[in-house]
């Protein structure tokens, strides 16, 4: 491949409550809107813990629910649908396991004013 960064970035489909990388392999790993479909978020902290180096940095961004419980007929439509929801956490949810995997400094940021709700646009 040509210019670019072919080489130095990879791909690898793996499972992250068993990640099958060395310890102090990553500067920083990124989550993007999967967490939420991960049973035992727990265990998948702890193996992102291992798998960073000192002073690396996880970045989730995920759906959460900041006030409330999922309303039980918005939880059903969901199980029945391709997108399975294991819980919707609330911040908490992602502040306990991290400090309890030896993250420290958690910073959990709302964003919810600055994004669309999906369906709101027509």
Known sequence: MGAGRSG????RNADVRALPFDDDSFDDTWASESMLHVPGRGRALAGTAGA??????PV???TSNARRRVPKAARRSMERTAYHVTSFATAAKYSEPL???GFVDVEIRGISD???KTGSVR
């Open 8 to 11: 130095v970035t990879a791909f």
């Open 60 to 62: 989730i961004a995920d």
């Open 114 to 116: 600055k994004v669309v």
């Open 99 to 101: 400090t309890a995997n």
């Open 52 to 57: 960073l180096r000192p002073d690396g940095r």
